[in-house]
């Protein structure tokens, strides 16, 4: 069917509204933890991981131990020096050390699993205990305090040695940060008076120890010096004035006072954008992390020679501006403490645009890029534009907002970008926009008739736009400005159309909702049912991939495959998670991204996996609108969701390798009952219901964590099984030795040391080989009795049931070998037990005629011969 398109030229020459504002808003994933959670109290001082990949986290009152799923605390009741701990450090044989605000100090035992509290004799009113650094060689543990000085700690003898700097100045004792270079210099920040420098060896030693200093007046940023760090070939210093940096190549110029043009500074008037700086940490990927008591966390990149910065903060998802300390744990992920609790910063490769960035609002519809790279956001009022989007500094982000009549304050459901470089809009009520690549929009006016919801835009090899509605395709002729409509009528495979794709040889595809999936070549229509292998009509989504196939979401069909010549089905049996794809694209490497309703799914070709994504992950969309992807030129993929815009960037998705920690408990549950995991490995036969208890540990993600196991020794359980649960069960063990392993997975099925454990169960007397040969005896002992009664009197009952015991015995410790046996590899052999016995009883009938007539037969031929 044909309608004349009649089209008013009035075109939006000027856009009444641009709104740009600076991007400070977009959310990453932060996981926020306070005393809900389980910390002891909310002020994060010191943060330190352990070997078994445990978080420790140091509070004003109290120290938690975080595994990922629970946190523990521990107090001066638990052997703490003090509650209140400032500071924290692992040494190179894994041991923990814990600073305390009162100067005392706590080492944790990585092997015994326990505190030694360590005191330190107070030489001022303040000894706060503020930095670690460690000396392997002579095996020394350094610590500064605020008002004390230095202490050194000799491990081998426990024995504490003060330094004090410069005994005129009080300045010198309050030290902040401790740092320990490649040359064996020791550089100590001070509060108020700058960093002093000074080789270990000399201090130690008790030598002549030569102090030297830098500070304000030749070139340091300023007096208070709160962290020391190596960076990029660079020594790093943070001071309460903002950054100082020079190359470490040239630091024994400024040490020598001659640092003019050296030391570079970086502050408020740069684009860091602020002074006040806490700390660093060095990333991945030459990233420094930087934090600052105004301005949330600071990543810090060099590109080009030239470093830029990328701002979190509250409004990012951070709890709070001012970040007291900062840790890298070995799965790359950073943790923040704060005044108001712990963050995780969970990944960057998620981001999310709100309307706080300064989008029209966060229920977004459609997504589209641009030839340019620029980012279309089709909202419930109106459209967005997201200009340099995908830029390292947050804060150069532009938001585009657009007020033209009858598009803005309505739903945009479809956007398309034609051949030709212009963009069609089209909305819930019909209506459909063009915009011309030099800005101007354009209304067209379709037939009064036709207002129905335009779900999809696609253009086909003509160059011909096309509309999916409820009321079918909608075809419009850029040149003659023609609009035909198809419908079932003919030969539409349903009139309700929510997605048209177009294929790579040209072909136009048709999702249909409650019809058929449908193709057009141009002539004529084609659907596909159950006779073709497509057996489901709620097609919601549709996209193809580089490789020439179509993929098809259906809703609760799952994900189906059309390579041209056959459809693959793709459901929770083949690892999907949802089975309902919202929205489909392939991204560069042909993996396919669907949306759901609660996260996105990838799907790898090369492997054939499905991997979730969620909040967890770092998604925090929660669900995807229909047919609201798209891929822009940098090959990042956008989600349109019920909470904004989501950005994925593969770049910076890295495979976690760090293996994960796994501890297997030092308890256990015998028959149900709690109890103590031996160390002789041997149990009672009669305690033979084993439950073993663990707990892996992958920060980055643990609620992915798996384990596999097997039990060596046990036939059902010798090949591995995987579990979610942190305990495996084990009923009717046979008294023998047994090889328990036990392995943790993490997200991306990297594996850890496995647990391992040797126990025994203990051979019953009944069981053993004393009690066997003595059972022997017995038999044969009873069959010679049966015998000679048998003989003797001819076949007596005594005889029989001597006969019948013997036999009962034999038959019995048979049934039983069986059935330990058979049971460990196919569970319960009640039935074949039954049986056995019904056999016995069988066997036992004709026991007396078999003595009558086999014995006493024996017995009348041998008195014969004897005559």
């Known amino acids: 069917m044909s309608i004349l398109l009649y089209a008013t030229r009035a075109i939006f020459l000027l856009i009444l509204l641009f709104i740009s504002q600076l991007g400070y808003s977009q959310i990453v994933n932060f996981g926020q933890f306070g005393v809900e959670h389980g910390l002891p109290q909310s002020q994060v001082n010191t943060i330190v991981q352990d070997d078994d990949g445990n978080l420790w986290v140091g509070t004003v009152s109290g120290l938690a131990k975080y595994n990922g799923i629970e946190f523990k605390s521990f107090y001066k009741s638990d052997?703490?020096?003090?509650?209140?701990?400032?500071?924290?450090?692992?040494?190179?044989?894994?041991?923990?050390?814990?600073?305390?605000?009162?100067?005392?100090?706590?080492?944790?035992?990585?092997?015994?699993?326990?505190?030694?509290?360590?005191?330190?004799?107070?030489?001022?009113?303040?000894?706060?205990?503020?930095?670690?650094?460690?000396?392997?060689?002579?095996?020394?543990?350094?610590?500064?305090?605020?008002?004390?000085?230095?202490?050194?700690?000799?491990?081998?003898?426990?024995?504490?040695?003060?330094?004090?700097?410069?005994?005129?100045?009080?300045?010198?004792?309050?030290?902040?940060?401790?740092?320990?270079?490649?040359?064996?210099?020791?550089?100590?920040g001070t509060d108020n008076d700058g960093i002093y420098i000074v080789k270990l060896v000399d201090l130690l030693n008790n030598t002549n120890a030569t102090f030297k200093q830098i500070t304000v007046e030749n070139g340091l940023s300023g007096r208070q010096v709160r962290d020391i760090a190596e960076f990029d070939g660079d020594i790093w210093v943070a001071t309460e004035k903002g950054i100082s940096y020079w190359k470490y190549t040239q630091s024994?110029?400024?040490?020598?006072?001659?640092?003019k043009g050296i030391i570079k500074i970086l502050d408020d008037n740069t684009e860091l954008n602020t002074d006040d700086i806490t700390s660093f940490e060095k990333g991945r990927n030459g990233r420094l992390w930087v934090g600052t008591r105004n301005k949330g966390i600071i990543m810090c990149v060099n590109e080009?020679?030239?470093?830029?910065?990328?701002?979190?903060?509250?409004?990012?998802?951070?709890?709070?501006?001012?970040?007291?300390?900062?840790?890298?744990?070995?799965?790359?992920?950073?943790?923040?403490?704060?005044?108001?609790?712990?963050?995780?910063?969970?990944?960057?490769?998620?981001?999310?645009?709100?309307?706080?960035?300064?989008?029209?609002?966060?229920?977004?519809?459609?997504?589209?890029s641009d030839i340019k790279g620029n980012i279309w956001l089709g909202t419930s009022q109106g459209i967005s534009q997201l200009l340099n989007a995908d830029k390292l500094n947050n804060d150069s982000l532009s938001v585009g907002q657009y007020q033209i009549n009858g598009l803005s304050n309505t739903a945009v459901m479809s956007m398309f970008e034609d051949s030709e470089g212009y963009l069609w809009f089209g909305t819930i009520n019909g209506g459909l926009f063009k915009r011309s690549p030099k800005g101007s929009f354009e209304k067209i006016n379709l037939d009064s008739e036709f207002k129905e919801i335009i779900h999809s835009i696609a253009e086909d090899n003509n160059g011909n736009i096309w509309l999916g509605t409820r009321s079918g395709a909608a075809r419009i002729n850029k040149k003659t400005n023609v609009l035909s409509v198809y419908t079932e009528e003919d030969g539409l495979g349903g009139n309700?159309?929510?997605k048209i794709v177009k294929g790579d040889d040209g072909t136009m595809w048709f999702g249909v909702v409650g019809g058929k999936l449908t193709s057009y070549d141009g002539k004529e229509f084609r659907v596909y049912d159950e006779t073709d292998g497509m057996n489901h009509k709620l097609v919601l989504s549709l996209a193809k991939d580089g490789l020439g196939n179509i993929w098809i979401g259906c809703y609760t069909g799952g994900l189906y495959k059309y390579d041209g010549e056959k459809f693959t089905n793709f459901n929770k049996d083949s690892g999907m998670k949802s089975e309902t794809p919202y929205s489909i694209i392939a991204d560069l490497d042909n993996n396919i991204w669907y949306g759901t309703t609660y996260g996105v799914e990838k799907y790898d070709q090369k492997t054939g996996k499905f991997e979730h994504f969620g909040k967890a992950e770092g998604f925090l969309g929660i669900q995807v609108?229909?047919?609201?992807?798209?891929?822009?030129?940098?090959?990042?993929?956008?989600?349109?969701?019920?909470?904004?815009?989501?950005?994925?960037?593969?770049?910076?998705?890295?495979?976690?390798?760090?293996?994960?920690?796994?501890?297997?408990?030092?308890?256990?549950?015998?028959?149900?009952?709690?109890?103590?995991?031996?160390?002789?490995?041997?149990?009672?036969?009669?305690?033979?219901?084993?439950?073993?208890?663990?707990?892996?540990?992958?920060l980055a993600n643990p609620n992915k964590l798996r384990y596999k196991y097997r039990l060596i020794g046990n036939p059902r359980f010798e090949d591995w099984k995987i579990t979610d649960e942190r305990?495996?069960?084990?009923?009717?063990?046979?008294?023998?030795?047994?090889?328990?392993?036990?392995?943790?997975?993490?997200?991306?099925?990297?594996?850890?040391?496995?647990?391992?454990?040797?126990?025994?169960?203990?051979?019953?007397f009944y069981d053993s080989y004393t009690f066997y040969i003595l059972q022997i005896i017995m038999i044969g002992l009873m069959l010679t009795l049966a015998v000679y009664f048998g003989r003797k009197t001819g076949g007596s009952r005594v005889a029989t049931i001597l006969a019948s015991i013997a036999?009962?015995?034999?038959?019995?410790?048979?049934?039983?070998?069986?059935?330990?046996?058979?049971?460990?590899?196919?569970?319960?052999?009640?039935?074949?037990?039954?049986?056995?016995?019904?056999?016995?009883?069988?066997?036992?009938?004709?026991?007396?005629?078999?003595?009558?007539?086999?014995?006493?037969?024996?017995?009348?031929?041998?008195?014969?011969?004897?005559?």
């Open 252 to 259: 024994e110029a400024v040490i020598e006072g001659k640092s």
């Open 807 to 867: 036999i009962i015995i034999v038959f019995e410790y048979g049934i039983n070998f069986l059935e330990d046996r058979m049971e460990e590899q196919v569970g319960s052999v009640v039935f074949i037990k039954v049986g056995l016995n019904a056999l016995l009883g069988l066997i036992l009938f004709p026991v007396e005629q078999i003595i009558k007539k086999r014995l006493i037969k024996k017995h009348d031929a041998t008195e014969e011969e004897i005559a």
């Open 79 to 188: 052997s703490l020096a003090e509650d209140w701990i400032t500071s924290s450090f692992k040494g190179h044989d894994g041991n923990l050390w814990f600073g305390h605000w009162g100067g005392s100090i706590t080492r944790y035992d990585k092997v015994t699993k326990e505190f030694q509290s360590i005191s330190v004799e107070r030489f001022s009113s303040r000894q706060e205990v503020s930095d670690f650094v460690e000396d392997t060689l002579r095996r020394k543990m350094i610590f500064g305090t605020k008002g004390s000085g230095i202490f050194v700690y000799d491990v081998e003898r426990q024995t504490i040695n003060r330094f004090e700097i410069d005994k005129n100045v009080a300045g010198s004792r309050h030290i902040q940060a401790l740092y320990l270079d490649a040359g064996g210099r020791l550089w100590i």
């Open 496 to 498: 309700s159309v929510y």
């Open 625 to 698: 609108n229909p047919n609201s992807t798209c891929l822009d030129n940098k090959g990042n993929v956008w989600f349109g969701t019920i909470l904004g815009a989501v950005k994925y960037n593969g770049r910076v998705h890295y495979k976690n390798e760090a293996k994960p920690g796994l501890t297997l408990s030092n308890k256990l549950l015998i028959n149900h009952e709690e109890a103590d995991l031996t160390f002789d490995s041997k149990y009672d036969h009669t305690k033979n219901n084993l439950e073993f208890l663990y707990t892996g540990v992958s």
């Open 727 to 764: 305990s495996i069960a084990f009923n009717n063990l046979r008294a023998k030795k047994y090889n328990l392993e036990i392995v943790a997975l993490n997200a991306d099925n990297i594996e850890s040391d496995p647990a391992v454990y040797n126990f025994e169960i203990t051979v019953p």
């Open 304 to 368: 080009n020679n030239k470093y830029t910065f990328r701002h979190y903060s509250i409004a990012q998802g951070l709890s709070f501006y001012s970040a007291k300390c900062l840790y890298l744990d070995r799965e790359n992920t950073l943790w923040i403490g704060t005044d108001v609790g712990l963050n995780q910063y969970l990944s960057d490769y998620f981001t999310l645009y709100d309307e706080s960035v300064g989008i029209g609002n966060n229920i977004v519809l459609s997504v589209i």
